[in-house]
Nanobody, 122 residues
Framework: QVQFVESGGGLAQPGGSLRLSCAAS????????MGWYRQAPGEQRELVAV???????NYADSVKGRFTISRDNSKLTLYLEMNSLQPEDTAVYYC????????????????WGKGALVTVSS
């Protein structure tokens, strides 16, 4: 089973930027579509961005044009570049397997990491 360690979270002002990283422990990372998920306080977890093994990306409407997902299979690492941050982006961000279509029904997730807390506030 692959383990994930998310990092790069912190406090950002509205309009600011942050870059998240997710280090995976196993080579299975390289053959799966991966995604970034987030969970705001009192809310359900939502999928915000995915990147397939060929580099194709897809985004939730709420982050399209502001967030960029990428991966480096040689480093077993997933990234999320977040720009033009807004208070509603405040959440704990997690990485895990995903589908290119962004469908989450009956998804067989790997173990979740602890996540990276992103707080957007002035």
């Amino acid at each position: 089973q692959v383990q994930f360690v998310e990092s790069g979270g912190g406090l950002a002002q509205p309009g600011g930027s942050l870059r998240l990283s997710c280090a995976a422990s196993g080579s299975m990372f390289s053959i799966r579509t991966m995604g970034w998920y987030r969970q705001a306080p009192g809310e359900q977890r939502e999928l915000v961005a995915v990147v397939s093994t060929d580099g194709t990306t897809n985004y939730a409407d709420s982050v399209k044009g502001r967030f960029t997902i990428s991966r480096d299979n040689s480093k077993l690492t997933l990234y999320l570049e977040m720009n033009s941050l807004q208070p509603e982006d405040t959440a704990v961000y997690y990485c895990n397997v995903a589908r290119r279509s962004m469908a989450v029904t009956d998804m067989d997730y790997w173990d979740w990491g602890k996540g990276a807390l992103v707080t957007v506030s002035s």
